[in-house]
Every structure is written in C-alpha cells, then in structure tokens.
C-alpha cells in the first residue's frame, strides 16, 4: 500500500459514521466554535440509509445538545402514551404491571421515531452550522502517525479488482487528516474493532456481549393502530432456547415497527433467530394486530448487550470511541441512542478543549472521565446486573432480581449483587449440534410471516457485484472442514440475509457466500463459533438503503 499515492484533507475533527453519536459531536463542536473545521464521513448512500428505523427515543440527548430542539422542527412528533410489557404463551398472554417496575422503565416523555429521520435532520443542523458531510464514503483504513497514534483515515477507495489488489480502474481515495478521529461506527465497526485490539482497550474488561435486532414496517388496519402505543414481550417463542424477546411501536400513519430480538450468547446451533422473528408474529396477540396490514420494510442489526462492565477504554492516541462502537446500550431499556448523543457531545467538549490548548493526537481523558462518571455511566450502571442474571438464571430469576437490583440502584445507589460477569463471548457459547435437538420451524405463510430472501428485498441492499467480498474468511476450509461437522454450520442460520450457505457440488458440500445480501447486521463477525468471518467495509454507498419513514 505505501505505493498507492493519495490527496490528503486536513481538518481538526474526523467523525467515521453519521449516527446520532457522530452528528451530536459534529454539531456540539460548531456550536463550542464555528472555525473549527469538522468532517463526518458516512458508508451510506444517504444519512439514515444505514439506520434500521423505528425506535423509542428518551430526549435527554436531544435536550442536552439542542434544548430549542422542538423549534428545530426535529422529527419527534409521537410521545409515548400507552405502555405494556407481556408475557407470552403460545396461545395466550399475561399482561405484567407497570407498578412493580424501576421508574427507569417507564416510557411516558419518551418518542416514538424513525432514527433514520433523526439522522437526516441532525444533519442539516450540522450543515448549516458548517459541519461537511460525506455520504457514500466508507472508511477502509486507518491512518498512523510517527508514534503510533491514528492521525486520519483512507475514505472513497472504488472500483478493487475481486482479490482486493488495485486495478486499473481503481479509485485509491483520500486521507483525511484529523486532529483527532472519531469513531461512531456502531455497532462492531471494523476500524473501531482494530483500534480496540491494537491498543488493549478491552483489556481488564469483561467480553462485550450482542443481540441480533430484526425488524420489520407495517402499515396496518386503521381501526387496530393506536398511535403512541409502546408494546413489549418475552417468552414465547424463545423460552428457554434463547434470551430475547419483542417490541411493537405504534408509530403515525397507522404504521407499527414489529421488532424482535435474540440474545446471541444462546447454545444450540440449530437456534434460528430469523425463523423464531417470524413465528412470534403467528402468536394470536400479533396476528390480530396485523391481520389485513402489509409489510413495507425490512432489515436487522446487531445490538451491544454488555453493558457498563463490557465498555472497552474509550480513549486511544488520537481518538475516541463513541455511541454503539463502545457499547452503550441500556439493555433492559432497549434504548442507547440517547447515550449515543451524549457521547457525541462529551467527546467534542473534549477535544475543544484540547485544541484550543494546542494539543492534537493525544488521548481525551476528559471524555473518558465525562462518560464513566456522568449521565452515561450512571445509567448503564444501575441495569448493569440484568443481562448477566438473565445468561446464568434464566428470564424468571432475572425479572425477580434484575427488577431488585435496578430497585436497590435508584433508591440507594447500590447493588446487593456487585457487578456481575458475563464470562464466555457469543461465539464461545455455541455448543456442539450433537448436544442439542434440531428445531422444526413452519413455513412461512407468506401473509404474516417470509422467507428471508424475500424480506431483504424490503431492504433495498445493493453491493456491486464486481468488488472484493466484504465478508472475509480467515480459512476458507473452516466452514465445511470444523464449523458444519462440529456445529452444523449455524451461518446458515444466525444470518438474518441468507448471506451464507452450504450446497452440495460434486458430491460433496460447498459454502457459499452471498455477500450481495448482506445488511450489514455483522452478525457473522460475533456469532461465528471458530471466528472466521469478519466483516469489513465495502465500497461506499453499498448496503441497504433503509426507507424514509
């Protein structure tokens, strides 16, 4: 690569990624001072057309970075007016009161959103505050200085050869040159991934934990929609298979955001998220709500789960890890994009300071400290404790303690349990196939519930065919040689795309990888048993382009 001749931007601030972690720094650092040169360099083909839409949103973010957010015009238009937490049977349903809850997990002054529109909004007050955004540039590289600190990143590289060499009609990219970087990838970004084992930020640190987040639009029967209507559920069909569980949104427009989730610390291979998704929409309680609607969108990601002890370091020479790369999701919230937002705002404070004292390329410890011991860290803190009950005792243990435990932190600060492990990562979690039994999963009925292909074409992702597969195995022989005889191949399964299969040529089984589904969720990169696969950035613009809605 040294050969490879690039142009070179300076700026002051390189923000990887236009969440809502990177925007809020984008705009937080023009508000501390309009000369400061940012740049917010984003994969997708528009802002938003990488965010899985459809989330309940807590405004503390919003109202930390722009109090006057409503006069903004942003696109919070549906508070929370009704919420509910079940617990499902095959046939049936209990509904759990909302009394016995920690007021943590009260919805009532939070909104329903597409985080997509969020996104483009935050971005236009980032513009017009002069903050440049490049959509449709991916990040390929990492940019070192002298010492061993990141000083930039490569962006905009088009047009590989199929084995990744430069070619001919090769477009090498740019550096991008900052003062400091920051990565707001989301969740298991590649750069953030090689930042974090380069400098031992997780070292100390228990392994981060994952869900893999499906989730699909409905418009639905007029009569059935209650707009404001937050839904949320465990149990069937899971059980005792998985840890996980549902949410349904009533949005406006008498659309719904179905969603589903699984934990994927689970045992059995033979575990298929993306079929336990479509079979919980035949529980009757569903079923009733979307009987007559239709499905207009698809798409799925994966979540951190880890939590306050799974949070690597945050700071590295020349950086910071921000929003879903450090993992702040609140778990039993299911919420982190309003950490995300304070982050982002954290961060740039931060690095304001530092240069307006003449520094560049060194670590933010003032970030670190903001987010250990401010808003972030006390409320990932105090549900700290949930995810690791549920992994060792199951759902009924963990409501019982967890609701205990999230008690004892709101009334006294304190926790009856410490802080417990999560021991094994995800990968390490899968058992062998031959210790557990096969699962019969029904058709899908093409009314409630689609094969996979099918829905990611509701997705709208696009990868041109020609480029080097983004999706990399470190032994193409691992697959068929170790992973299907050992653990019946569960990429077959865990992917929510129908990226990965295994077909029988001449005689004898093949993998085969579609990487043209991809929908980037970089479930492979976590759940893959012998780590194998990991998921790396192709050419801008590629992916799903999730709808504005």
Known sequence: MAEIEREAMEYDVVIVGAGPAGLSAAIRLKQLDADLQVVVLEKGSEVGAHILSGAVLDPCGLDALMPDWKDKGAPLNVPVKDDNFYMLGEAGEIRIPNAPMPPLMNNHGNYIVSMGNVCRWMAEQAEELGVEIFPGMACSELVYGDNGEVTGVVAGVFGLEEDGSYG?????????HGKYVFLSEGVRGSLSKEVIAKYGLSDGKEPQKYGVGMKEIWEIDPAKHKEGSVTHTMGWPLNSNAGGGSFIYHLDNNQVYVGFVVHLNYKNPHLYPYMEFQRFKHHPMVAELLKGGKRVAYGARAITEGGYQSMPKLTFPGGALL??????????????????????KAAAEAAFEAIKAGRQSDELTDYEADVRDGPIGKDLKMVRNVKPMWSKWGLTASLALGGLDMWTNNLFGLSLFGTLGHGKNDAEA???????????YPKPDGVLSFDRLTNVSFAATNHEESQPCHLRLGNKDTPISVNLPKYDEPAQRYCPAGVYEVVEKDGKPEFVVNFQNCVHCKTCDIKDPSQNITWTTPQGGDGPNYPNM
């Open 168 to 176: 001919p009609n090769t477009e090498p990219g740019m550096e991008l």
């Open 323 to 344: 929003g879903c790369s450090a993992g702040m999701v609140n778990v039993p919230r299911i919420k982190g994009n309003h950490n995300a937002m304070l982050s982002g």
């Open 430 to 440: 899968t058992e062998p196939a031959e210790n557990h039994k096969s699962i019969d």
